[in-house]
């Protein structure tokens, strides 16, 4: 595992979407691009900054790449946590004590069944139906959000909890793939058209990186 000074981001795809929106944003000033599907990201500026992503749904197995970084986004995951107290204190253990950077943790966005319904934005919340329809476990990602926002503002290194409930409202802005040897079309209800809400990520970590200077 790799040092990196700069930005890293820990985390999911949907994680790896806002790196590769912010990739799009930054390449006229980068000196190096590259990546792998969701498996990593890395974007070098010419300036010497650097924007660094990892896969993983266990923040633990990517404390290497802490240590040197100014700026940690992390997306705590789709993945089902046992507990979030736990979860979120194995997080926060990784950081130095004397570690000078903040930490941004991104909340999950939610997936909408049947997405493909929607050709423009809700006027009313979408949510996932109830638990025995609940095919992906989607309904819980609000528990999941809440819990790791309200505990982890009693750690040092928190800085920001990255949370756009409006995306309730957009079930219009999902991804439509082409799988398999015909390349038939397949929807993907949980993630987005870049630049789309990527772009409100990024432009809501930006404003925040500049109130906090």
Same mark, same amino acid.
């Given at each position: $595992? ?5 930005? *890293?981001?820990?985390? %999911?795809?949907?994680?790896?979407? $806002?790196?590769? %929106? ?62 979030? %107290? ?37 006027? *009313?919340?979408? *949510? ?13 990602? $609000? ?44 929807? %993907? ?25």
């Amino acid at each position: $595992q790799r040092r990196v000074h700069g930005i *890293v981001m820990i985390g %999911d795809s949907l994680l790896f979407q $806002q790196w590769m %929106d912010l990739a799009c944003l930054l390449y006229r000033q980068s000196s190096y691009v590259n990546f792998q599907d969701k498996s990593y990201g890395d974007l070098v500026l010419k300036s010497g900054g650097r924007v660094y992503y990892s896969y993983s749904t266990s923040v633990g197995r990517r404390a290497a790449l802490i240590p040197n970084a100014t700026i940690v986004i992390i997306s705590h995951s789709s993945a089902a946590y046992a507990k979030y %107290d736990d979860s979120i204190e194995e997080l926060f253990k990784q950081f130095p004590t004397n570690w000078k950077g903040k930490v941004f943790i991104r909340a999950v966005s939610p997936g909408h069944y049947n997405c493909g319904k929607h050709k423009i934005p809700s006027h *009313v919340p979408i *949510v996932a139906p109830s638990k025995n329809k609940d095919t992906y476990n989607w309904r819980s990602f $609000q528990d999941r959000n809440q819990a790791w926002e309200n505990v982890s503002r009693n750690y040092r290194h928190f800085s920001q909890f990255l949370h756009f409930p409006m995306l309730d409202y957009r079930p219009d802005a999902h991804v439509l793939r082409k799988v398999g040897v015909k390349k038939s079309v397949k929807l %993907d209800c949980l993630h987005w058209c870049l630049p789309g809400v990527p772009r409100l990520w990024n432009a809501l970590l930006y404003n925040n990186l500049n109130i906090s200077k």
